[in-house]
């Protein structure tokens, strides 16, 4: 059974940052691209960021560019988003999902697996 967890989240103040995690369990996680979506309330869900199954690639929102970073470790089947300079508007429920495919793509419904989500919550 195919499980992703997303953890980290919380409440910060505008310009702080979050580091937030995704573990993954019950597939080849070197096999699949991951990638971070969020979604606030009201809002469609919309891509943040993502990395290819080696981590060799990276692809980001615009809105996040030069602010958050995403990252993977093979061995520990995690995938983490480095928030820094939070705003605002970063305020969203932060969904992790994976897919099997060496490109990154930015739509959600290309996203075979989904984790819960985690609340991350910028107060001005």
């Known amino acids: 059974q195919v499980q992703l967890v997303e953890s980290g989240g919380g409440l910060v103040q505008a310009g702080g940052s979050l580091r937030l995690s995704c573990a993954a369990s019950g597939l080849t996680f070197s096999s699949y691209a991951v990638c971070w979506f969020r979604q606030s309330q009201g809002k469609e869900r919309e891509f943040v960021a993502a990395?290819?199954?080696?981590?060799?690639?990276?692809k980001y929102a615009d809105s996040v560019k030069g602010r958050f970073t995403i990252s993977r470790d093979n061995a520990k089947n995690t995938v983490n988003l480095q928030m820094n300079s939070l705003k605002p508007e970063d305020t969203a429920v932060y969904y992790c999902?994976?897919?099997?495919?060496?490109?990154?793509?930015?739509?959600?419904?290309?996203?075979?697996?989904w984790g819960q989500g985690t609340q991350v919550t910028v107060s001005s």
């Open positions: 999902a994976a897919r099997t495919a060496y490109n990154l793509y930015t739509s959600p419904a290309t996203y075979d697996y």
């Open positions: 990395i290819s199954w080696s981590g060799d690639l990276t």
